[in-house]
């Protein structure tokens, strides 16, 4: 519908960058966050190059934009060559030669320049990085048959995706072996450490963690201690750096005894008191799919019905990605809280200097009122003017927690945000000549002739949070996008409404605010709503080139405003329309679309339609006398170009638009005869029992004004039952 003037609404920006991840080599790279959208959610093991192509990643693509480009993921092994990006852009010359580095030894992505929104500010780019098989020395990793945890994290299954990790075990081997990020000793009972890796293995202890350095490495393992109940110490008979795993794996009859033999003194013993025990415990660990805070709350239900009130505490585990490994842990420490464990300290003799961190004995000491098992925590030795060992200990509980998990119940929240939807109800029209006079440009309607057609789509919104729709047509096999279209005002009909009805009662009523009079659009006809008064509406019937029909309840009212194709097409061509409906969370799938066809006439060059038709001055009459006098009138389709409020309706007199006919059609309904056919000029018919003869029970009438050969879109037509005279006896 003419030219529009291009303006622009916004920008598309591009980013060019090396980020750069962690140290490599590295395994695969699996999931790339834009801000909180996942861009890219396929496995890449190999350095490649991989174009994105997410136009509407952050929402409607006009307004937020995507991600759309090439990135290329280098994953740092030792053969890595230079990026061709990178030495194009940031090569520096050197003895007359432009050098980069090749990065080796160290897991990034270049992008390419790709778009990645329409904000001037590039979204957080957040990347997931795998490595499991692969050693801190580019080797393989170390007791792999035992390293990685979960099948989601399946190092030869490029579509395992889901909870998993890295032993345990590994990662303190590593942290403790590497010169690079660790302590790089490599004087380690490896006998030790493969036994614990068997049992972390066995309990599906696999911990993801992306290290930065930010505290010491003793602390890091130190920490990792705690999520596996464990204990990591130089062994003083060995050198060696061991470890061991707080376990319910001993025998009470079979452990070492500590008596006053041994122990000089005990001191600080000290339990909780009931106050100070924890019924319910919450664990948060991180959600494996989003990476987002997830949590576990359990609840030690005796205590909490002897307490009578919740004493709860929190404690972290983002380490852990497994759910069903956070509510072991989760019962694990909840254990601990909730006992009123004995902890104290023992002043021994120096053949006590064979116990470790971890050991489990029991302590028989009556004279502090000591027969308990405990579990060493700590060992201190003293000096030579003071030879002994203390002993830090508690007493032990602190066995593998073990049960089904069972996860929290859903929430009742729910997205605000509807996904798109296929659009259900909507209605392709060609436009008539009225709205085109009120939209072109005195030049641009100058060009239409009997043939040009200009098509508008309407639709209601499939969701309330539906912002609009991708409009898209099918010319002769090919979509073509058209633009992004709005929804139509509209109301219902609540009851149904005759031919003569002018005032309906409506609910939904989107009118409510809008600038009345306006054109609106009931089946095929169009209507002016000339006011609203609460849910009644006060109407004009069948203006422009539409006759009165009845309508059914909840036949919805359309308001008018055009959201027009701009394309021009040609009567006689059969077109596609469909709408892909746009909400924030996106475009529809073209797939899903509902689609709606019309088969154009030329509606805007027609002749209108004839008005005020009557039998015998009654509308629409089941049957009438003989003879049987017609009367009708016309509409000028130039003259009609006005303000709503102006147009005439169907049940008003008026002039034809110049050279135009009427076709008169009278047709025995029994027999389906013509027995009548002309073209007039005038306003007035008559049939009498000359046409109409005995016999006849029934007629059917058309009229159809024509100018040129060029009919009227809607033709009249009414059947009437025939009353013929009384026959004198």
Same mark, same amino acid.
């Given at each position: 519908m003419?030219?529009?003037?291009?303006?622009?609404?916004?920008?598309?920006?591009?980013?060019?960058?090396?980020l750069?991840?962690?140290?490599?080599?590295?395994?695969f790279?699996?999931?790339?966050?834009?801000?909180?959208k996942?861009?890219?959610?396929?496995?890449i093991?190999n350095?490649?190059?991989?174009?994105v192509?997410?136009p509407?990643?952050?929402g409607?693509?006009?307004?937020?934009g995507?991600?759309?480009?090439?990135?290329?993921f280098c994953?740092g092994?030792?053969s890595? +060559?230079?990026?061709?990006?990178l030495?194009?852009?940031?090569?520096?010359e050197i003895?007359?030669q432009?050098?980069?580095?090749?990065?080796?030894?160290?897991?990034a992505?270049v992008?390419?320049?790709?778009?990645?929104?329409?904000?001037?500010?590039?979204p957080p780019?957040?990347?997931e990085v795998?490595?499991?098989k692969t050693?801190?020395?580019?080797?393989?990793?170390?007791y792999?048959?035992?390293?990685?945890?979960?099948d989601?994290?399946d190092?030869?299954?490029?579509?395992?995706?889901?909870?998993?990790?890295l032993?345990a075990a590994?990662?303190?081997?590593?942290?403790i072996e590497?010169?690079?990020?660790?302590?790089?000793n490599?004087?380690?009972d490896?006998?030790a450490f493969?036994?614990?890796?068997?049992?972390?293995?066995a309990?599906?202890?696999?911990?993801?963690?992306h290290w930065v350095k930010q505290?010491?490495v003793?602390?890091f393992?130190?920490?990792?201690?705690?999520y596996?109940?464990g204990y990591v110490?130089t062994?003083e008979?060995?050198g060696?750096?061991t470890m061991?795993?707080a376990?319910?794996?001993y025998?009470?009859?079979?452990?070492p005894?500590?008596?006053v033999?041994h122990?000089k003194?005990?001191r600080?013993?000290?339990?909780?008191?009931?106050?100070?025990?924890?019924?319910?415990?919450?664990?948060?660990y991180?959600?494996?799919?989003?990476?987002?805070?997830a949590?576990?709350?359990?609840?030690?239900?005796?205590? @909490?019905?002897?307490?009578?009130?919740?004493?709860?505490?929190?404690?972290?585990?983002?380490?852990?990605?497994?759910?069903k490994l956070?509510?072991?842990?989760?019962?694990?420490e909840l254990?601990?809280?909730?006992?009123?464990?004995?902890?104290?300290?023992?002043?021994?003799d120096?053949?006590?200097?064979v116990y470790?961190?971890?050991?489990?004995?029991?302590v028989v000491?009556?004279?502090?009122?000591?027969n308990?098992?405990v579990?060493?925590q700590?060992?201190r030795?003293?000096?030579l003017?003071n030879?002994?060992?203390?002993?830090?200990?508690?007493e032990?509980?602190?066995?593998?927690?073990?049960?089904?998990? !069972?996860p929290?119940?859903p929430s009742n929240?729910?997205?605000p945000?509807? !996904?798109?939807?296929?659009?259900?109800?909507?209605k392709?029209?060609?436009?008539?000549?009225?709205?085109l006079?009120?939209t072109?440009?005195?030049?641009?309607l100058?060009?239409?002739n009997?043939?040009?057609?200009?098509?508008?789509?309407?639709?209601?919104?499939?969701?309330?949070?539906?912002v609009?729709a991708d409009l898209?047509y099918n010319h002769?096999?090919r979509?073509l996008y058209?633009h992004?279209?709005?929804?139509?005002?509209?109301?219902?009909l609540?009851e149904?409404a005759?031919? !003569?009805?002018?005032?309906?009662?409506?609910?939904?009523?989107?009118?409510?605010?809008l600038e009345?009079p306006?054109i609106?659009?009931v089946?095929?006809?169009?209507i002016v709503?000339?006011d609203l008064?609460?849910d009644?509406?006060?109407?004009?019937?069948g203006?422009?080139d539409t006759?009165?029909?009845e309508?059914?309840?909840?036949?919805?009212?359309?308001v008018?405003?055009?959201d027009a194709l701009?394309a021009?097409?040609?009567?006689?061509?059969?077109?596609?329309?469909?709408g892909l409906?746009v909400?924030?969370k996106?475009?529809l799938d073209?797939a899903?679309?509902?689609e709606?066809?019309?088969?154009?006439? +030329?509606?805007?060059?027609?002749?209108?339609?004839?008005?005020?038709?009557r039998?015998?001055?009654?509308?629409?009459?089941m049957?009438?006398?003989?003879p049987?006098?017609?009367?009708?009138?016309?509409?000028?389709?130039?003259?009609?170009?006005?303000?709503p409020q102006?147009?005439?309706?169907?049940?008003?007199n008026?002039l034809p638009?110049?050279g135009t006919?009427?076709?008169?059609?009278?047709?025995?309904?029994? !027999?389906?005869?013509v027995?009548?056919?002309?073209?007039?000029?005038?306003?007035?018919?008559?049939?009498?029992n000359?046409?109409?003869?005995?016999?006849i029970?029934a007629?059917? @009438?058309?009229?159809?004004?024509t100018?040129?050969?060029?009919?009227a879109m809607?033709s009249y037509i009414?059947?009437?039952?025939?009353?013929?005279?009384?026959k004198?006896?």
């Open positions: 003419g030219r529009k003037k291009r303006q622009t609404v916004g920008y598309r920006w591009s980013w060019g960058q090396h750069v991840l962690c140290h490599g080599p590295v395994d790279i699996q999931r790339i966050w834009f801000g909180e996942v861009g890219l959610g396929s496995r093991a350095n490649r190059r991989v174009t192509n997410e509407e990643l952050f409607d693509r006009d307004q937020h995507g991600v759309v480009g090439d990135i290329d994953l092994h030792a890595q +060559g230079v990026n061709d990006y030495a194009r852009h940031c090569s520096q003895d007359g432009k050098v980069v580095s090749a990065f080796r030894y160290l897991a992505l992008f390419r320049k790709p778009e990645m929104g329409n904000s001037s500010y590039p780019v957040s990347v795998a490595r499991l050693g801190w020395d580019g080797n393989s990793m170390w792999l048959e035992k390293a990685i945890i979960g989601g994290r190092i030869n299954n490029a579509a395992a995706f889901g909870a998993g990790g032993n590994h990662i303190i081997h590593e942290l590497c010169p690079e990020w660790g302590t790089g490599r004087n380690i490896e006998f493969r036994r614990c890796a068997d049992i972390l293995y309990e599906g202890f696999g911990l993801n963690a505290q010491p003793e602390q393992i130190k920490d990792i201690c705690r596996i109940n110490f062994d008979a060995t060696k750096v061991r795993l376990r319910d794996d025998e009470s009859g079979n452990i005894v500590l008596t033999k122990i003194s005990a600080n013993i000290r339990r909780r008191s009931q106050a100070d025990l924890i019924n319910t415990l919450t664990v948060t991180t959600n494996w799919n989003t990476y987002d805070k949590a576990v709350t359990v609840m030690n239900s005796a205590l @909490l019905q002897a307490t009578g009130r919740t004493i709860g505490e929190s404690v972290d585990f983002p380490m852990i990605y497994d759910d956070a509510y072991r842990v989760a019962m694990r254990r601990m809280l909730s006992a009123r464990l004995m902890t104290c300290e023992l002043y021994c120096t053949s006590t200097a470790q961190p971890g050991d489990v004995v029991r000491y009556p004279k502090a009122g000591l308990h098992i579990r060493i700590k060992k030795r003293g000096s003017a030879p002994e060992v203390k002993l830090e200990v508690m032990d509980i602190f066995s593998s927690a073990t049960g089904d998990y !069972t929290p119940p929240w729910k997205e945000i509807n !996904t798109p939807m296929p659009i259900s109800e909507q392709v029209v060609e436009l008539p000549y009225w709205l006079a009120n072109l440009n005195p030049s641009e100058a060009t239409i009997e043939f040009s057609s200009f098509i508008a789509w309407y639709a209601a919104k499939p969701t309330s949070d539906t609009g898209y002769f096999n979509w058209s992004r279209a709005s929804f139509s005002p509209r109301s219902l609540l149904s005759g031919r !003569t009805d002018v005032q309906w009662q409506v609910v939904g009523s989107d009118l409510v605010g009345l306006m609106c659009l089946g095929n006809e169009l709503v000339m008064d609460g009644i509406v006060r109407v004009k019937r203006v422009l006759m009165p029909e309508h059914n309840a909840m036949t919805p009212v359309i008018l405003d055009a701009e021009e097409f040609t009567a006689g061509e059969r077109v596609t329309l469909r409906s909400t924030p996106g475009t073209e899903k679309a509902t709606e066809e019309i088969v154009l006439v +030329g509606r805007a060059a027609k002749p209108l339609c004839v008005t005020n038709v039998f015998n001055d009654e509308y629409w009459p049957s009438s006398e003989l049987l006098k017609v009367t009708l009138s016309h509409r000028d389709r130039i003259s009609e170009v006005t303000e102006y147009l005439t309706d169907w049940f008003s008026g638009e110049k006919k009427i076709q008169v059609t009278l047709v025995d309904v029994d !027999t389906d005869t027995i009548h056919h002309e073209i007039i000029t005038g306003t007035e018919l008559t049939f009498d000359q046409i109409i003869k005995e016999g029970r007629v059917r @009438l058309t009229l159809t004004a100018r040129s050969g060029n009919d809607q009414h059947e009437v039952a025939i009353e013929h005279p009384l004198p006896v």
